[in-house]
């Protein structure tokens, strides 16, 4: 699809760039080879000059470029021509704010490899193996999980970012994560229940106890995420396509979901639960 955009263009906007599909310049090769468009000469010439930077920059493999020059909503242009190059990202972390808070657990997806990462394990290689990617693909992580890890790390993530808080809330969709996956009919099953509150409690019984069913339930809870980010991401490029000409040539197929290497332990969920509320209420008794 982003071969088909002329919406990154400085005054292209939707119903322009609707035209020129219609008029017969459905993508950049076609621009290239005619200019003859129902558009004022100046615009004639903005639209060939852009084309052909779009197409040099998109060689090069410049996810940014294009990034910066779409509405957030508009993202999901980016992700076919960068999918075997982007990585789904999410992050955990002890429940202080990104100006001083710590990762936890870091879950990494590229729809082939599954990585995790673990705070006083692996946390560090993180920095490396993240440089690879083109794209990143987060929920609400424009506002947290990337600054948070630019902060925490000392790294600038200089990848595209295609934040599907905006190019959900485009279609339609509001709300957190878990809200978005129950309106596209994700289940994430025994993991229904456990929410961002709770990943820090999972966290702090890893280390003071030394539970690996506590840290196991934690990664389960992490990876999740990416997964359903994945099938997220497809889902709703492909209901932004609906309202394009490409639908029925540019469709993605449902991702096979991967199997998840660890399991949430509902016990340890319940009997952390019940520690918690006890504190707490004695907290207010005292």
């Not at 290239?32 to 100046?42: E, F, R, S, V």
């Amino acid at each position: 699809m982003l071969q088909n955009t002329f919406h990154h263009i400085p005054g292209i906007g939707i119903k322009t760039e609707a035209k020129l599909w219609a008029a017969g310049l459905p993508d950049w090769q076609s621009v290239m080879a005619t200019q003859a468009a129902d558009l004022p000469i100046k615009k004639k010439q903005l639209i060939f000059d852009y084309t052909q930077e779009s197409i040099a920059q998109l060689h090069q493999r410049n996810s940014s470029f294009f990034e910066t020059r779409l509405p957030a909503a508009g993202h999901w242009r980016l992700f076919p021509e960068f999918r075997a190059e982007t990585a789904f990202l999410d992050i955990e972390t002890d429940g202080l704010d990104c100006s001083e808070g710590m990762i936890t657990t870091i879950a990494l997806y590229d729809g082939a490899t599954l990585r995790c990462y673990v705070n006083g394990h692996n946390l560090e290689a993180f920095v490396d193996d993240i440089q690879p990617y083109k794209a990143l693909v987060t929920y609400n992580g424009k506002c947290f999980d990337i600054p948070f890890i630019e902060r925490y790390f000392r790294i600038k993530l200089n990848q595209a970012q295609l934040d599907l808080r905006y190019i959900l809330a485009g279609l339609g969709f509001k709300g957190g994560l878990k809200r978005c996956e129950k309106a596209f009919g994700i289940d994430r099953g025994a993991l229904q229940d456990l929410d961002g509150f709770f990943a820090p409690l999972l966290f702090q019984e890893y280390e003071r106890n030394g539970s690996q069913k506590a840290l196991e339930t934690l990664l389960a809870y992490n990876i999740e995420d990416v997964v359903n980010l994945e099938a997220l991401m497809i889902q709703a490029y492909n209901r932004n396509l609906e309202q394009t000409p490409f639908y029925h040539t540019h469709v993605l197929p449902e991702p096979q979901r991967p199997e998840i290497p660890f399991k949430a332990d509902l016990e340890t969920v319940d009997r952390i639960k019940r520690q918690y509320f006890r504190e707490i209420e004695n907290i207010n008794l005292s």
